[in-house]
Protein backbone atom coordinates (compact mmCIF):
# COMPACT_ATOMS: atom_id res chain seq x y z
CA UNK A 1 0.00 0.00 0.00
CA UNK A 2 1.31 3.30 -0.09
CA UNK A 3 2.72 5.65 2.18
CA UNK A 4 0.95 7.48 4.95
CA UNK A 5 2.34 11.12 6.23
CA UNK A 6 0.79 11.76 9.37
CA UNK A 7 0.21 15.48 10.35
CA UNK A 8 -0.88 16.84 13.73
CA UNK A 9 -2.80 20.16 14.28
CA UNK A 10 -5.04 21.68 16.59
CA UNK A 11 -7.53 24.82 16.48
CA UNK A 12 -10.09 26.44 18.00
CA UNK A 13 -12.91 29.34 17.18
CA UNK A 14 -14.73 30.01 13.75
CA UNK A 15 -11.47 31.18 12.26
CA UNK A 16 -8.59 28.75 12.97
CA UNK A 17 -10.89 26.19 11.97
CA UNK A 18 -11.53 27.86 8.58
CA UNK A 19 -7.84 27.86 8.03
CA UNK A 20 -7.28 24.76 9.59
CA UNK A 21 -9.75 23.35 6.21
CA UNK A 22 -7.64 25.66 4.10
CA UNK A 23 -4.05 24.09 5.52
CA UNK A 24 -5.24 20.74 4.97
CA UNK A 25 -6.41 21.26 1.56
CA UNK A 26 -3.12 22.61 0.60
CA UNK A 27 -1.47 19.41 2.22
CA UNK A 28 -3.41 17.32 0.11
CA UNK A 29 -2.76 19.14 -2.79
CA UNK A 30 0.58 19.44 -3.10
CA UNK A 31 1.55 15.56 -2.15
CA UNK A 32 1.79 12.41 -3.95
CA UNK A 33 1.20 10.35 -1.17
CA UNK A 34 -1.55 9.29 1.42
CA UNK A 35 -1.99 11.94 3.90
CA UNK A 36 -3.73 11.69 7.62
CA UNK A 37 -4.90 14.08 9.45
CA UNK A 38 -4.90 13.70 13.61
CA UNK A 39 -6.99 16.47 14.96
CA UNK A 40 -7.44 17.40 18.18
CA UNK A 41 -11.02 16.66 19.10
CA UNK A 42 -12.33 18.68 22.29
CA UNK A 43 -11.57 21.92 20.99
CA UNK A 44 -13.24 21.54 17.63
CA UNK A 45 -17.13 22.74 16.55
CA UNK A 46 -19.28 19.71 15.46
CA UNK A 47 -20.06 22.02 12.10
CA UNK A 48 -15.92 22.23 11.63
CA UNK A 49 -16.00 18.10 12.05
CA UNK A 50 -19.03 17.56 9.43
CA UNK A 51 -17.09 19.87 7.04
CA UNK A 52 -13.76 18.63 7.74
CA UNK A 53 -15.19 15.18 7.02
CA UNK A 54 -16.73 16.19 3.49
CA UNK A 55 -13.27 17.81 2.67
CA UNK A 56 -11.38 14.58 3.26
CA UNK A 57 -13.67 12.28 1.23
CA UNK A 58 -14.12 14.83 -1.82
CA UNK A 59 -9.91 15.23 -1.75
CA UNK A 60 -9.17 11.54 -0.65
CA UNK A 61 -7.36 12.21 2.36
CA UNK A 62 -8.28 10.76 6.37
CA UNK A 63 -8.50 12.69 9.46
CA UNK A 64 -8.25 10.92 12.71
CA UNK A 65 -9.78 12.48 15.70
CA UNK A 66 -7.24 12.49 19.00
CA UNK A 67 -8.32 13.65 22.88
CA UNK A 68 -5.74 13.28 26.19
CA UNK A 69 -7.39 14.56 29.38
CA UNK A 70 -4.89 17.10 30.81
CA UNK A 71 -2.99 14.69 33.72
CA UNK A 72 -4.19 15.77 37.24
CA UNK A 73 -0.47 15.53 38.29
CA UNK A 74 0.74 18.25 35.89
CA UNK A 75 0.71 21.94 36.52
CA UNK A 76 -2.70 23.32 34.43
CA UNK A 77 -3.49 26.10 32.16
CA UNK A 78 -6.34 28.13 33.00
CA UNK A 79 -6.07 30.36 29.23
CA UNK A 80 -7.12 27.85 26.59
CA UNK A 81 -4.22 29.57 24.33
CA UNK A 82 -1.48 27.98 26.69
CA UNK A 83 -4.15 24.91 27.60
CA UNK A 84 -3.12 24.36 23.50
CA UNK A 85 0.56 25.05 23.43
CA UNK A 86 0.78 22.45 26.29
CA UNK A 87 -1.35 20.18 23.75
CA UNK A 88 1.12 21.00 20.84
CA UNK A 89 3.96 19.16 22.67
CA UNK A 90 3.41 17.82 25.97
CA UNK A 91 2.22 14.70 25.21
CA UNK A 92 3.60 13.43 21.62
CA UNK A 93 4.38 10.20 23.17
CA UNK A 94 0.91 9.46 24.64
CA UNK A 95 -1.39 11.27 22.39
CA UNK A 96 -1.37 9.08 19.02
CA UNK A 97 -1.12 4.94 18.48
CA UNK A 98 2.29 3.13 18.75
CA UNK A 99 2.04 1.77 14.98
CA UNK A 100 2.55 5.91 14.82
CA UNK A 101 5.85 6.20 14.08
CA UNK A 102 6.25 10.02 12.72
CA UNK A 103 3.96 12.52 12.96
CA UNK A 104 5.00 16.44 11.07
CA UNK A 105 3.02 18.67 13.52
CA UNK A 106 1.76 21.96 11.23
CA UNK A 107 0.28 25.06 12.31
CA UNK A 108 -3.82 25.62 11.86
CA UNK A 109 -2.61 29.07 9.95
CA UNK A 110 -0.21 27.91 7.15
CA UNK A 111 -0.76 27.21 3.79
CA UNK A 112 1.70 24.78 2.42
CA UNK A 113 3.40 25.12 -1.12
CA UNK A 114 5.35 21.73 -1.48
CA UNK A 115 5.10 17.75 -0.95
CA UNK A 116 5.24 17.19 2.76
CA UNK A 117 6.96 14.02 1.91
CA UNK A 118 10.56 15.67 1.35
CA UNK A 119 9.84 16.65 5.43
CA UNK A 120 9.06 12.99 5.58
CA UNK A 121 11.69 11.61 4.32
CA UNK A 122 14.29 14.18 5.49
CA UNK A 123 17.25 12.39 7.18
CA UNK A 124 17.45 13.98 11.06
CA UNK A 125 20.71 12.37 11.52
CA UNK A 126 19.55 10.67 14.71
CA UNK A 127 17.34 13.50 16.28
CA UNK A 128 14.15 13.00 17.84
CA UNK A 129 12.71 16.31 16.34
CA UNK A 130 13.48 18.70 14.03
CA UNK A 131 12.52 22.61 13.96
CA UNK A 132 13.06 25.04 11.92
CA UNK A 133 15.58 27.59 12.73
CA UNK A 134 13.98 31.37 12.83
CA UNK A 135 14.80 33.30 9.85
CA UNK A 136 16.73 36.49 10.48
CA UNK A 137 16.26 37.93 6.95
CA UNK A 138 13.65 40.79 7.57
CA UNK A 139 16.17 43.14 8.76
CA UNK A 140 12.94 45.71 10.35
CA UNK A 141 12.02 42.99 13.26
CA UNK A 142 15.80 41.71 13.96
CA UNK A 143 15.59 43.73 17.03
CA UNK A 144 12.32 41.91 18.50
CA UNK A 145 14.22 38.56 18.40
CA UNK A 146 14.75 38.44 21.77
CA UNK A 147 16.96 34.89 21.98
CA UNK A 148 19.54 37.16 20.12
CA UNK A 149 21.13 38.40 23.67
CA UNK A 150 20.95 37.97 27.05
CA UNK A 151 19.16 34.97 28.91
CA UNK A 152 18.59 33.08 25.47
CA UNK A 153 21.79 33.79 24.10
CA UNK A 154 23.76 32.64 26.83
CA UNK A 155 21.94 29.46 27.28
CA UNK A 156 21.62 28.54 23.43
CA UNK A 157 25.33 29.75 22.93
CA UNK A 158 25.85 28.96 18.93
CA UNK A 159 22.78 27.62 18.77
CA UNK A 160 19.80 29.03 16.67
CA UNK A 161 16.35 29.37 18.20
CA UNK A 162 13.80 27.38 16.50
CA UNK A 163 10.10 28.36 15.59
CA UNK A 164 7.22 26.13 16.76
CA UNK A 165 4.60 26.61 14.04
CA UNK A 166 5.99 23.20 11.92
CA UNK A 167 8.01 20.31 13.33
CA UNK A 168 8.82 16.84 12.39
CA UNK A 169 8.60 14.50 15.29
CA UNK A 170 10.43 10.61 15.09
CA UNK A 171 8.18 9.36 17.66
CA UNK A 172 10.33 6.27 18.16
CA UNK A 173 13.31 7.97 19.34
CA UNK A 174 11.06 10.54 20.83
CA UNK A 175 9.20 7.83 22.74
CA UNK A 176 12.64 5.59 23.08
CA UNK A 177 14.44 8.12 24.96
CA UNK A 178 11.43 9.89 26.97
CA UNK A 179 11.75 13.00 25.65
CA UNK A 180 7.84 13.31 26.73
CA UNK A 181 8.90 13.14 30.80
CA UNK A 182 11.86 15.26 30.09
CA UNK A 183 9.58 17.95 28.97
CA UNK A 184 6.80 17.18 31.25
CA UNK A 185 9.18 17.59 33.81
CA UNK A 186 11.18 20.62 32.28
CA UNK A 187 7.79 22.52 32.27
CA UNK A 188 6.46 21.02 35.29
CA UNK A 189 9.55 23.33 36.95
CA UNK A 190 9.84 26.28 34.87
CA UNK A 191 6.02 26.66 35.12
CA UNK A 192 6.43 27.22 38.97
CA UNK A 193 7.19 31.14 37.81
CA UNK A 194 4.14 32.45 35.76
CA UNK A 195 6.56 34.79 33.65
CA UNK A 196 8.42 32.28 32.16
CA UNK A 197 7.81 29.79 29.25
CA UNK A 198 5.95 32.89 27.66
CA UNK A 199 5.71 31.25 24.32
CA UNK A 200 5.38 27.46 26.16
CA UNK A 201 5.00 25.64 22.99
CA UNK A 202 8.25 26.70 21.76
CA UNK A 203 10.57 27.99 24.70
CA UNK A 204 10.09 23.97 26.15
CA UNK A 205 12.09 22.82 23.43
CA UNK A 206 14.65 25.56 22.68
CA UNK A 207 14.74 25.40 26.77
CA UNK A 208 15.91 21.61 26.68
CA UNK A 209 17.99 22.08 23.43
CA UNK A 210 20.66 23.18 24.85
CA UNK A 211 21.20 20.40 26.88
CA UNK A 212 18.91 17.15 26.91
CA UNK A 213 17.33 17.23 23.36
CA UNK A 214 19.30 18.72 20.82
CA UNK A 215 16.90 19.88 18.09
CA UNK A 216 17.61 19.07 14.28
CA UNK A 217 17.14 22.34 12.19
CA UNK A 218 14.79 21.53 9.14
CA UNK A 219 16.12 23.92 5.72
CA UNK A 220 15.28 27.56 6.29
CA UNK A 221 12.44 27.45 3.37
CA UNK A 222 10.62 25.15 5.75
CA UNK A 223 8.54 27.73 7.48
CA UNK A 224 8.85 31.46 6.02
CA UNK A 225 6.71 34.02 7.11
CA UNK A 226 6.60 37.52 6.43
CA UNK A 227 7.56 38.61 10.24
CA UNK A 228 10.66 37.68 10.25
CA UNK A 229 11.65 36.73 6.84
CA UNK A 230 12.52 39.13 3.93
CA UNK A 231 10.59 39.40 0.56
CA UNK A 232 13.36 38.05 -2.00
CA UNK A 233 13.14 34.93 0.32
CA UNK A 234 9.28 34.40 -0.08
CA UNK A 235 9.23 32.69 -3.78
CA UNK A 236 11.43 29.56 -2.14
CA UNK A 237 8.94 29.19 0.76
CA UNK A 238 7.98 25.60 1.02
CA UNK A 239 5.16 26.57 3.98
CA UNK A 240 4.13 30.34 4.56
CA UNK A 241 2.85 30.59 8.41
CA UNK A 242 0.40 34.00 9.29
CA UNK A 243 2.69 34.58 12.10
CA UNK A 244 1.74 37.78 14.06
CA UNK A 245 4.18 40.92 13.19
CA UNK A 246 5.23 42.75 15.95
CA UNK A 247 5.78 45.97 14.00
CA UNK A 248 2.39 45.91 12.38
CA UNK A 249 -0.79 44.94 13.56
CA UNK A 250 -3.39 43.35 10.88
CA UNK A 251 -6.41 41.15 11.31
CA UNK A 252 -5.22 37.40 10.43
CA UNK A 253 -7.39 37.34 7.86
CA UNK A 254 -6.72 40.27 5.49
CA UNK A 255 -3.14 38.67 6.65
CA UNK A 256 -3.75 35.40 4.45
CA UNK A 257 -5.61 37.36 1.56
CA UNK A 258 -2.79 39.43 1.28
CA UNK A 259 -0.05 37.11 1.52
CA UNK A 260 -1.66 34.12 -0.37
CA UNK A 261 -2.14 35.90 -3.40
CA UNK A 262 -0.27 36.43 -6.46
CA UNK A 263 1.91 34.09 -9.28
CA UNK A 264 3.60 32.31 -6.55
CA UNK A 265 0.13 30.52 -5.81
CA UNK A 266 -1.31 27.63 -7.65
CA UNK A 267 -4.21 28.68 -5.53
CA UNK A 268 -4.57 32.10 -3.46
CA UNK A 269 -6.32 32.12 -0.13
CA UNK A 270 -9.30 32.87 -1.46
CA UNK A 271 -9.22 30.52 -4.40
CA UNK A 272 -8.31 27.93 -1.69
CA UNK A 273 -11.64 29.19 0.58
CA UNK A 274 -13.83 28.91 -2.16
CA UNK A 275 -13.17 25.54 -2.98
CA UNK A 276 -13.93 24.49 0.62
CA UNK A 277 -17.37 26.49 0.52
CA UNK A 278 -18.15 24.52 -2.50
CA UNK A 279 -17.61 21.06 -1.05
CA UNK A 280 -19.42 22.60 2.02
CA UNK A 281 -22.19 23.54 -0.08
CA UNK A 282 -22.71 20.10 -2.22
CA UNK A 283 -23.09 18.32 1.49
CA UNK A 284 -25.04 20.93 3.02
CA UNK A 285 -22.56 21.95 5.98
CA UNK A 286 -23.23 25.35 6.28
CA UNK A 287 -19.43 27.12 8.29
CA UNK A 288 -20.22 30.65 9.60
CA UNK A 289 -17.62 33.02 8.40
CA UNK A 290 -16.02 34.27 11.69
CA UNK A 291 -13.29 37.05 10.85
CA UNK A 292 -12.12 37.61 14.67
CA UNK A 293 -10.13 34.86 16.74
CA UNK A 294 -11.77 33.42 19.63
CA UNK A 295 -8.69 34.99 21.17
CA UNK A 296 -5.40 36.58 19.74
CA UNK A 297 -1.74 35.10 20.52
CA UNK A 298 0.27 37.55 22.13
CA UNK A 299 3.44 36.08 20.96
N1 LIG B 1 -4.85 28.84 17.66
C1 LIG B 1 -6.19 28.55 17.61
N2 LIG B 1 -7.13 29.53 17.86
C2 LIG B 1 -6.78 30.80 18.11
C3 LIG B 1 -5.40 31.13 18.14
C4 LIG B 1 -4.46 30.11 17.89
O1 LIG B 1 -6.55 27.41 17.36
O2 LIG B 1 -7.68 31.65 18.32
C5 LIG B 1 -3.85 27.74 17.38
C6 LIG B 1 -3.74 27.42 15.89
O3 LIG B 1 -3.43 26.07 15.69
C7 LIG B 1 -2.58 28.29 15.46
C8 LIG B 1 -1.65 28.13 16.67
O4 LIG B 1 -2.54 28.09 17.80
O5 LIG B 1 -2.06 27.86 14.23
C9 LIG B 1 -0.64 29.23 16.83
O6 LIG B 1 -1.27 30.49 16.90
P1 LIG B 1 -0.99 31.62 15.84
O7 LIG B 1 -0.82 30.99 14.51
O8 LIG B 1 -2.06 32.66 15.97
O9 LIG B 1 0.39 32.21 16.36
P2 LIG B 1 1.47 33.02 15.50
O10 LIG B 1 1.82 32.19 14.31
O11 LIG B 1 0.82 34.31 15.11
O12 LIG B 1 2.63 33.19 16.44
CA1 LIG C 1 0.92 30.56 12.99
Redesign the pocket.
Known amino acids: PKETIHVY ?5 A ?3 R ?2 KIMMMSVSQHTSKNVKFWLLES ?1 LSPTFKASAMALAEEMGFEIEWVNYQWPAWLRGQTE ?2 RR ?2 GM ?1 ILFLDVLFPLEVEKIIFV ?4 VIRADLLELWEMDMQDHAYGYVPFCDSNKETLGFQFWRSGYWKQLLGDRPYHIS ?1 LYVVDLIKFRARGVGDILRATYESLSRDSTSLS ?1 L ?1 QDLPNFISASHVPIFSLPQEWLW ?1 E ?1 WCSLETKKDAKTI ?4 NPLHKEP ?1 LDMAKRIISGELFVYSWEELDKQVKGIEKKVGVVARDVTT ?5 T ?1
Do not use: H, R
Open positions: SVATGLYEFLFLQIWKDADQANDCSDLCNKPSFEMA
